[in-house]
């Protein structure tokens, strides 16, 4: 077995994702708020599902949705969870998601 094996293994390193699934028009300005309001990074991808507004593509047309993941303290996902909801919602097809994940690799996350 190798070192790597023989490991004790690491106690779970907890924090919050936070899932936005929104419109793509809403990129550069969500990107700014997450980034002013303490998220020190993200991951954007296409999505594509069907909801209460029907089905969406994740075609590169300007009316797709993007998903937005935050992986952060809980303080900055409420803080950031909160201003999207008051800023957003009643104009922008938006969900937020938020749910605890164990981080693997914690040294880019913070301690």
Same mark, same amino acid.
């Given at each position: 077995? &190798?070192?790597?094996?023989?490991? *004790? ?41 069907? $909801? &209460? ?8 047309? *300007?009316? $797709?949705? /993007? ?9 900055t996902a ?16 938006? /969900?937020?998601?938020? &749910? ?9 996350? $913070?301690?």
């Open positions: 077995m &190798s070192d790597h094996e023989n490991a *004790a293994p690491e106690q779970p390193f907890v924090r919050k994702l936070l899932t936005v699934v929104t419109e793509r028009a809403l990129e550069s300005r969500l990107t700014r708020d997450l980034q002013r309001l303490g998220a020190h990074g993200y991951t954007i991808t296409n999505a594509r599902g069907k $909801g &209460s507004r029907g089905v969406r593509n994740a075609g590169w047309e *300007a009316d $797709g949705n /993007i998903r937005v993941d935050v992986v952060c303290d809980e303080a409420r803080r950031l969870a909160g201003h999207l909801q008051e800023r957003y919602y009643e104009d922008y097809a938006m /969900i937020l998601l938020l &749910s605890d994940v164990e981080v693997m690799r914690p040294e880019k996350f $913070g301690s």
